[in-house]
């Protein structure tokens, strides 16, 4: 897991989003969440473009990643 911010269009940022990288490779964005329900969701093509944007900004590695 690795928490990242992004510009998601001009004025908008969205703070502390986690990535999530499954052990098959499959890659999560999650938006935070209060009382049950997150900020933001995303789906589809964008969410997969969003993952793969900050796993090749953080370098290929989240926090949990101990593989060389």
């Not at 964008?46 to 101990?66: P, S, T």
């Amino acid at each position: 897991m690795a928490e990242f911010d992004a510009v998601i269009a001009d004025g908008f940022r969205a703070n502390g989003l986690k990535l999530a990288v499954t052990d098959d490779g499959k890659k999560f964005v999650f938006a935070p969440s209060k009382n049950g329900r997150r900020f933001a969701t995303f789906t589809g093509h964008y969410a997969r473009r969003l993952a793969d944007a900050a796993w090749n900004a953080l370098g290929g590695r989240v926090a949990d990643d101990f593989h060389p």
